[in-house]
Nanobody, 120 residues
């Protein structure tokens, strides 16, 4: 199994920056895709950014040019640098991992969520 620990959320003013980090740990796993989702009050959860094991990335249109996702395959971590933050970015951000467990099966794993609040 895989456990995810998130960090980096907080309160910032519009135009500021934050960096979210997520560390995966467990017994016997191999990570495929890592990413970040977010959910604002009254809205559906949406993909913010994703990155494959090969380094291919995908971003929501609303964050392109402002957010950058990266991963460290040795440390099993994924980061999200968020620049030029807007009040519309306010949401709970969730780390996502798809992993192969013991070479037998794949599962999706979610972090506990970290609050990002951008004030105007």
């Amino acid at each position: 199994q895989v456990q995810l620990v998130e960090s980096g959320g907080g309160l910032v003013q519009a135009g500021g920056s934050l960096r979210l980090s997520c560390a995966a740990s467990g017994s016997d796993f191999r990570i495929n895709v890592m990413g970040w989702y977010r959910q604002a009050p009254g809205k559906q959860r949406e993909l913010v950014a994703g990155i494959t094991s090969g380094g291919n990335t995908d971003y929501a249109d609303s964050v392109k040019g402002r957010f950058t996702i990266s991963r460290d395959n040795v440390k099993n971590t994924v980061n999200l640098r968020m620049n030029s933050l807007k009040p519309e970015d306010t949401a709970v951000y969730y780390c996502y991992v798809n992993a192969l467990i013991s070479g037998l099966y794949r599962n999706d794993y979610w972090g506990q969520g970290t609050q990002v609040t951008v004030s105007s």
